[in-house]
């Protein structure tokens, strides 16, 4: 061993120890070895650098923020959606749906993001069905890292290692040269998960007992609205037409409060706070709240030529999106002490609706709208989620005092799930197809979604997860020291003359277990970078194909079942599945061990190490 390759190797165990103990943080790591390999000569610090101006960097920063545009638009939590609808109160159906659901989206976005989407998720599920969240937050993120043996794009060590080939001046992989390999992987996952559930039964969230988050629902029923609400559309025929609401008055004249107007634009539904300028017009459809307990509104819309149509949500809460409710407290100094709700303007001062209001314990029943405001009173408004945004900073009359469990599921950008999903298949088809480069393909679906507007640059911005990019150029010249060292080399001839004799499967299986145990101290991302030269190597030493041994290296650092420290994906859960190190041991490494078993038979047959 030359006194280069010491240096650099005593570099890489000590960024190995850092990993460990996880101190400093991994990104800080990655910065450390980044400013101190070029003191050991054996690199330049442009050599260093050169991580930054790697496409695969370029490509994986876009990709977060395509899926963050998914996440932003809705495609995310429709899905989410669906599978509660889906699976009902079936475990094991559960289970299935949500293991598939997470791999399918991680096949295009990170998988990172996935997790962080479906926890709250899985978390309601939990909730709902009785189950113990640590049964569903472990087949979260086994799905989660199988995700990224589906496709190029799914996880950083994927991008990493054909990097690397390229590098090489070999052709890298297509888009779905992964997807045979992953999709039995799933499947086993998902039946090896099935059985394994059952380790995890006694678990319980440390928190499972703590604050309840009011919802919406928990409001109505406090302020008995439930029957109070109606959907009506303005038909041609009607008076109301070309009149604003202030002119009709309904709520002096007939008891009803407008509460919203949705409105089509186009292609989209705008829904929007009532005014007393809000001219209507024909085919408007207004969401009502009848407060005065006499008005019969089956008999006045046939009267006012108003169509009545169907309500799929108690008290409006099937249009949470974009109509929110928050309860205030009228302030000590506010203005409105003494006023009644008519008097002081309130609803073209606020953009928001008094629908109930509280004195002390006792719930107003009607007459809430002509009754003077006193200090301390509590009131429940609906409107806008922006509207109610604004009361947060401005606490001058109202304090905001609750808002509901569903403010943290609004969409910021309602209505542009079918746009994001456009972007998503045009930068998969260009993938496919081979018509640009593969960042070129993600850079364009990032601008179409700019042009959509399914995301801004702040949003875009913050989505990229700077720790990963940082950690992967940092690591990322310890493979050319180690090239240039000989370090390579080494590793190559040693992992051949360990299993000289014992065939290519024997040879196949090493380099995946050395990958997935590298695994078990550093990230999946680090392991990469330093096992796929290898891989390269033992492949030029053999005169074999590279991909047979690319694709192992790929696959193990995927397989980053067996600590909690592995992936972000696995730390992610640790919490909300109030889990332990042992847990991921216990069910980490049977399933690793089939991973590899699966990965060394499939790989040399489906990519064949001589090809004809």
Avoid at 1 to 28: E, S, T, Y
Avoid at 36 to 62: C, H, K, Q, R, Y
Avoid at 265 to 272: E, I
Avoid at 494 to 517: D, H, N, P, R
């Amino acid at each position: 061993m030359n006194p280069d390759l010491a240096i650099v190797l005593g570099l890489l165990a000590a960024a190995i120890a850092m990993f460990a103990i996880n101190k400093p943080r991994m990104d800080a790591v990655g910065l450390i070895m980044l400013t101190a390999l070029p003191f050991t000569g054996v690199i330049t610090m442009g050599e260093a650098l050169a991580g930054f101006s790697d496409p695969n960097i370029v490509l994986l920063g876009a990709l977060f923020v395509i899926g963050e545009g998914l996440v932003r638009t809705g495609v995310a939590q429709r899905v989410g959606d669906w599978l509660m609808h889906t699976a009902g109160t079936s475990e094991t159906r559960l289970i299935v749906l949500l293991m598939a659901v997470v791999a399918t989206l991680g096949a295009f976005m990170s998988s990172t993001g996935v997790v962080a989407i479906f926890i709250p998720v899985a978390l309601r599920i939990a909730q709902s069905t009785g189950m113990a969240p640590s049964q569903l937050m472990m087949p979260l993120s086994v799905a989660a890292l199988i995700s990224g043996m589906m496709t190029l794009v799914a996880t950083a060590p994927n991008l990493v290692v054909n990097s690397e080939l390229v590098r090489h001046g070999i052709e890298g992989f297509s888009f779905f040269s992964f997807t045979p390999f992953g999709v039995p992987v799933l499947l086993l996952g998902i039946l090896y998960m099935l059985f394994a559930r059952r380790w995890l039964a006694a678990k319980s969230r440390s928190d499972a007992g703590g604050i309840h988050r009011v919802s919406l629902l928990d409001w109505v029923e406090k302020y008995q609205l439930a029957e109070r609400e109606f959907r009506v559309r303005v038909t041609p025929q009607s008076p109301f037409v070309g009149k604003t609401l202030g002119e009709i008055n309904l709520r002096d004249d007939s008891g009803i409060n407008v509460v919203a107007v949705e409105r089509k634009r186009g292609f989209s539904t705008d829904v929007f706070a009532p005014r007393a300028k809000t001219a209507l017009q024909a085919e408007d459809i207004l969401l009502v709240d009848v407060f005065a307990p006499k008005v019969d509104i089956h008999q006045a819309c046939p009267q006012l030529a108003l169509e009545e149509l169907p309500l799929t949500g108690a008290y409006f809460s099937d249009r949470s999106q974009e109509i929110g409710m928050a309860e205030v407290m009228v302030a000590a100094d506010s203005s409105l002490v003494g006023k009644t709700v008519i008097e002081s303007g309130f609803r073209s001062r606020f953009h928001l609706t008094l629908v109930g209001l509280r004195r002390g314990q006792k719930g107003m029943d009607g007459g809430h709208l002509s009754m003077p405001l006193k200090v301390g009173d509590t009131l429940l408004l609906i409107g806008p989620w922006k509207a109610i945004g604004r009361l947060q900073s401005d606490r001058s009359d109202l304090l905001l005092l609750n808002l509901p469990t569903e403010r943290s599921e609004v969409l910021p950008v309602s209505g542009k799930a079918l746009q994001a999903l456009v972007c998503l298949v045009v930068m998969v088809g260009l993938m496919i197809g081979g018509i640009v480069p593969n960042v070129q393909a993600a850079l364009i679906a990032c601008l179409l979604m700019g042009v959509l507007r399914c995301i801004d640059l702040d949003s875009a911005y913050r989505s990229i997860h700077w720790k990963s990019l940082i950690l992967i150029v940092g690591m990322l010249p310890f493979s050319i020291a180690l090239q240039k060292t000989g370090g390579v080399e080494l590793a190559a001839d040693g992992l051949m003359k360990l299993t000289s004799g014992a065939g290519s499967y024997a040879l196949l299986a090493s380099l995946f277990a050395i990958t997935a145990l590298l695994g078990l101290f550093i990230s999946n991302t680090a392991t990469a970078v330093l096992m796929a030269p290898v891989a390269l190597a033992i492949a030029g030493d053999l005169q074999a194909s590279p991909y047979p041994f690319a694709m192992i290296v790929a696959l193990a650092a995927s397989t980053a079942f067996m600590t909690p420290i592995s992936s972000p994906v696995n730390t992610l859960v640790v919490g909300p599945g109030n889990y332990q190190f042992g847990d991921f041991v216990r069910v980490g490494v049977p399933l690793s061990l089939i991973v590899m078993l699966v990965s060394v038979l499939l790989v040399p047959r489906l990519l064949p190490l001589y090809p004809l």
